[in-house]
T-cell receptor, first 113, second 114 residues
């Protein structure tokens, strides 16, 4: 049982490039989330999904896109990367009946230069 | 404008003593509160939660207290152990936490010295 896995662990992007951050969970959780954590700050919700085919915006969705075609996977797409997107990105998942108890992946550290 | 505030960036305590981490919130609509713990290079892990209908919740060495009138909650760790050294995030939610939209504070780094 791997829990929540994220790839890659680290990535450096040039301004204007695009990439997809991968997230997979093997706990059969209905709900999945993407957060970003800037240095010295708390986590901020980017997007979340309550099930396959259903996604919704969080607090800071601009510059990102998501899709959820399966229960297990919730990729985050960055289009036209900007320095302001330099951050650590965490994916999380939870059961539908305890959405506040979220299981987090180890994070992806992204630098945009 | 931060809705969840952790005003102490760091806290240092001696092993065996009590650690008290504080959190204030501004949105009176929040009705579910949580604490997460984070070690370096790992994702946060859920620690303990409390509903706004309670004023205390206990789980082993960890107790969370909620003072709704003051919009304040605290996490008590007794006794503190070196393995408790981590960053602790306070988080709040609406609708009893039913949607999972958590608003996090900036975190407090706890160091427990042997």
């Amino acid at each position: 049982n791997a829990g929540v896995t994220q790839t890659p662990k680290f990535r450096i992007l040039k301004i204007g490039q695009s990439m997809t951050l991968q997230c997979t969970q093997d706990m059969n959780h209905n709900y999945m989330y993407w957060y970003r954590q800037d240095p010295g700050m708390g986590l901020k919700l980017i997007y979340y999904s309550v099930g396959a085919g259903i996604t919704d915006k969080g607090e800071v969705p601009n510059g990102y896109n998501v899709s959820r075609s399966t229960t297990e996977d919730f990729p985050l797409r960055l289009e036209l990367a900007a320095p302001s997107q330099t951050s650590v990105y965490f994916c999380a998942s939870s059961y539908w009946d305890r959405p506040y108890e979220q299981y987090f992946g180890p994070g992806t550290r992204l630098t945009v230069t | 404008d931060q809705q969840v505030k952790q005003n102490s960036p760091s806290l240092s305590v001696q092993e065996g003593r009590i650690s008290i981490l504080n959190c204030d919130y501004t949105n009176s609509m929040f009705d579910y509160f949580l604490w997460y713990k984070k070690y370096p290079a790992e994702g946060p892990t859920f620690l303990i939660s409390i509903s706004s209908i309670k004023d205390k919740n206990e789980d082993g060495r960890f107790t969370v207290f909620l003072n709704k009138s003051a919009k304040h909650l605290s996490l008590h760790i007794v006794p503190s152990q070196p393995g408790d050294s981590a960053v602790y995030f306070c988080a709040a939610s609406l609708y009893g936490g039913s949607q999972g939209n958590l608003i996090f504070g900036k975190g407090t780094k706890l160091s427990v010295k042997p």
